[in-house]
């Protein structure tokens, strides 16, 4: 069961992805540009991220924290719990350095931790402008 509900989720998702207006998810002639922006604890936001890539050939920009959470999956889960649930933000380790100004469209991909996004992407999301860009978010779990 669990592998054909991945496998149905993975069709949905590739079918979103194929019926995209290409004008807004690929660089064209207009000079529309499209920026990948994740942050992958486990690698399989990473991985999912490098597909999307292959489809609209982006400029990617992982997310990554100033201190990293511990490698324990047991450990993380708890303090992603504690985090979402007290509005932390976690300190990136760098902010995007690029002009955001020259993407019309931003992928943002996170891992699903207890039915949201990872603080961290909020971190992002709260210091970077996005008024006028096409946000297609994105979650592995």
């Known amino acids: ?83 979402i649930q007290n509005g932390v933000r976690p300190e990136l380790k760098e902010n995007f350095s690029g002009d955001l100004s020259k993407y019309d469209t931003i992928f943002i991909g996170s891992p699903n931790w207890w039915g949201t996004v990872a603080p961290v992407i909020m971190t992002f999301i709260e210091k970077n402008n996005l008024e006028g860009k096409t946000i297609i978010p994105f979650i592995t779990h």
């Open 1 to 83: 069961m669990k592998k054909l509900i991945l496998f149905l989720s993975s069709i949905i998702f590739c079918f979103n992805i194929c019926l995209a207006d290409d004008a807004k998810i690929k660089d064209d002639s207009k000079g529309n540009k499209t920026l990948i922006v994740y942050y992958s604890w486990g690698r399989n936001t990473k991985v999912v991220d490098k597909k999307i890539n292959e489809i609209v050939k982006g400029t990617i920009f992982e997310i990554e924290l100033k201190v990293p959470y511990t490698t324990d999956y047991k450990e993380v889960v708890k303090q992603a719990k504690k985090e």
